[in-house]
């Protein structure tokens, strides 16, 4: 339960319990759609919420999303930025920039209008 997409890349062989989920076999491309602004919109048209702002990020909301099916070598460009991120947050270095990159990559990915990028962004300010 989170007021923010709060997907994570993990790799190493962590186990989880009931308020926690995975994803396998997914990769960097997938986490950088669900992470992004537009994804937090339409997941919070999707879920109920908590009354504080929060969402239950669960499977059967998640599965719900659409992901654009997209080539290796354009999922790569999507992955390379993630990789970027993870190393500068190791670093604990501003990703916002990139942050903002990815953004901008998903909002294409969805052929979505200047006017419908106006609204999302400023729906979610602040995340």
Request: with cysteine; glycine share 4%.
């Amino acid at each position: 339960m989170t007021n923010q997409n709060a997907f994570i890349w993990e790799n190493t062989k962590l186990m989880c319990n009931q308020t926690c989920y995975f994803i396998p076999n997914a990769n960097k491309y997938l986490l950088s759609i669900l992470n992004s602004k537009l994804i937090y919109f339409y997941f919070s048209g999707l879920a109920s919420g908590l009354g504080d702002g929060a969402f239950r990020w669960i499977k059967q909301f998640i599965e719900k999303i659409p992901i654009p099916i997209i080539s290796e070598v354009e999922q790569q460009i999507f992955i390379d930025l993630v990789d970027k991120i993870l190393l500068l947050k190791k670093e604990n270095k501003d990703t916002n920039g990139l942050e903002n990159e990815i953004n901008s990559s998903v909002y294409k990915l969805y052929d979505l209008t200047s006017e419908e990028i106006k609204f999302i962004q400023e729906t979610t300010k602040g995340l």
